[in-house]
């Protein structure tokens, strides 16, 4: 059931947002933070020993493949896989570009989760904070309240259709090393732009450097 985690998350998030309207990004960008380095943490030691056990000389191409991937979904979503939205003006309709490059990325991330269990609840600690904003700036952008409930269900659903869909497409599981290391390479691009990002003015911050180590701790021990 693990594999629900990051759905259950994403509406965890949204109805904080809707209901509790949290103003302060503080408490955000040290979850944000924590979430990075956990999402970091297990993607370098667990994800990444497993797809070079083959031996093959090809699955770095895959990584760097997935990194830049994701930077082309970024051109689209702004960024709001690791947490930002730009932009104050009214929506009439859902963004759809930003919709389809969330949804292509949350699916992408669900494929490894039939493996790897524990990677659920980096991508549901990952996912938490990112509804809580999105939700946020869907309000205050003054989206339709029916809009904003359908393109967050949708997102939630993404992950764990990924993770179904990776269990019963035999097909899939000829490419899994290969699939899997394009995956680690939109979780590498992810989790550090969200750890780097976590600074602002690069300067020193007691409290999420204690975050950052939190996350590698905790993904360590499971």
């Given at each position: 059931?693990?594999?629900?985690?990051?759905?259950?998350?994403?509406?965890?998030?949204?109805?904080?947002?809707?209901?509790?309207?949290?103003?302060?990004?503080?408490?955000?960008?040290?979850?944000?933070?924590?979430?990075?380095?956990?999402?970091?943490?297990?993607?370098?030691?667990?994800?990444?020993?497993?797809?070079?056990?083959?031996?093959?000389?090809?699955?770095?191409?895959?990584?760097?493949?997935?990194?830049?991937?994701?930077?082309?979904?970024?051109?689209?979503?702004?960024?709001?896989?690791?947490?930002?939205?730009?932009?104050?003006?009214?929506?009439?309709?859902?963004?759809?570009?930003?919709?389809?490059?969330?949804?292509i990325h949350a699916f992408l991330e669900g494929f490894?989760?039939?493996?790897?269990?524990?990677?659920?609840?980096g991508i549901a600690i990952h996912h938490l904070p990112?509804?809580?904003?999105?939700?946020?700036?869907?309000?205050?952008?003054?989206?339709?309240?029916?809009?904003?409930?359908?393109?967050?269900?949708?997102?939630?659903?993404?992950?764990?259709?990924?993770?179904?869909?990776?269990?019963?497409?035999?097909?899939?599981?000829?490419?899994?090393?290969?699939?899997?290391?394009?995956?680690?390479?939109?979780?590498?691009?992810?989790?550090?732009?969200?750890?780097?990002?976590s600074s602002e003015g690069h300067k020193f911050n007691?409290?999420?450097?204690?975050?950052?180590?939190?996350?590698?701790?905790?993904?360590?021990?499971?």
């Amino acid at each position: 059931m693990n594999y629900l985690l990051p759905l259950f998350s994403v509406l965890l998030g949204y109805g904080i947002a809707l209901f509790l309207k949290p103003k302060s990004k503080t408490n955000l960008k040290l979850l944000l933070a924590f979430s990075g380095s956990f999402l970091l943490s297990l993607t370098v030691m667990h994800l990444l020993p497993e797809v070079y056990e083959g031996h093959s000389h090809n699955i770095g191409i895959f990584i760097m493949a997935g990194i830049l991937f994701q930077r082309i979904l970024e051109f689209f979503s702004k960024g709001a896989e690791h947490g930002h939205v730009h932009g104050h003006q009214t929506m009439t309709h859902i963004p759809w570009l930003l919709f389809i490059s969330l949804c292509i990325h949350a699916f992408l991330e669900g494929f490894p989760v039939s493996h790897h269990h524990n990677l659920a609840i980096g991508i549901a600690i990952h996912h938490l904070p990112i509804a809580i904003i999105l939700t946020v700036f869907f309000i205050n952008s003054s989206l339709d309240k029916k809009a904003i409930f359908a393109f967050m269900l949708t997102f939630a659903i993404m992950t764990p259709l990924g993770t179904i869909i990776s269990d019963y497409l035999p097909v899939l599981n000829d490419y899994y090393t290969e699939i899997t290391a394009v995956v680690i390479g939109i979780l590498f691009h992810i989790s550090s732009t969200i750890i780097f990002e976590s600074s602002e003015g690069h300067k020193f911050n007691v409290a999420k450097v204690s975050m950052i180590i939190l996350g590698i701790v905790l993904a360590y021990s499971i």
